[in-house]
C-alpha cells in the first residue's frame, strides 16, 4: 500500500453554485471541472489546491447518501481522498487489515477515475476514498 497524494477534500453542500461563488471570492479558487455523478448521486467540483483539490459536493436527490448526509448533519467535511496506483490491491490490502469496505469492488468516479470507499467505523470515524487515475 502506497498513498500518492491527498487527492481531495470533501465538503458537502446544500447549493453547488453559491458554495463556488463562496470560495471563488474568499480563497480565490474557482472548479477546474465540474460533473454530475449519477452513480453517486452528486454534482462535484473540483478547485484545485497546489497539488490537489477541494471537491464541493451537493446532493442531486434527497435520497442519495449525500443527501441524506445533509439533513442528518448540515454542510461539512464528508470526506477525504487518497490517490493510490492500484486501487483492486489497496482494497485487498486494507480488507486484510480489517477495513471496513463500503465498496468491495472499484466503482467509476469523476474524471474517469476508479473509485472506493472504506467506511468510518473502525476508521478514526473518518470515511475514506481511494482514487486510482486511469494511466
Ligand atoms: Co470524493
Known amino acids: 500500500m ?3 497524494n491527498l487527492d481531495h477534500v470533501a465538503i458537502a453542500v ?7 461563488a463562496d470560495y ?18 452528486v454534482e462535484e467540483a ?9 471537491q464541493l459536493i451537493a446532493a442531486l436527490r434527497p ?9 442528518r ?12 496506483l492500484d486501487i483492486v490491491a489497496a482494497l485487498a490490502h486494507l480488507e486484510a ?3 471496513r469496505l463500503v465498496d468491495e469492488v472499484p466503482r467509476i468516479g469523476g474524471r474517469g477515475t476508479r473509485i472506493a470507499f472504506v467506511h468510518p467505523k473502525g476508521g ?4 475514506v476514498e481511494l482514487v486510482e487515475y486511469s494511466l
Not at 435520497?63 to 445533509?70: A, N, Q, Y
Not at 448533519?73 to 493510490?84: D, N, P, S
Open 2 to 4: 502506497k498513498l500518492l
Open 14 to 20: 446544500h447549493d453547488l453554485d453559491r458554495a463556488i
Open 24 to 41: 471563488g471570492r474568499r480563497y480565490g479558487v474557482s472548479p477546474m471541472h465540474r460533473e454530475v455523478v449519477e452513480d453517486q448521486g
Open 46 to 54: 473540483m478547485l484545485p489546491v497546489g497539488g490537489s483539490f477541494v
Open 63 to 71: 435520497d442519495t447518501p449525500v443527501g441524506r448526509f445533509l439533513a
Open 73 to 84: 448533519r448540515g454542510e461539512g467535511l464528508h470526506h477525504i481522498a487518497y490517490a493510490v
Open 97 to 99: 487489515e480489517g477495513a
Open 124 to 127: 478514526n470515524q473518518t470515511l
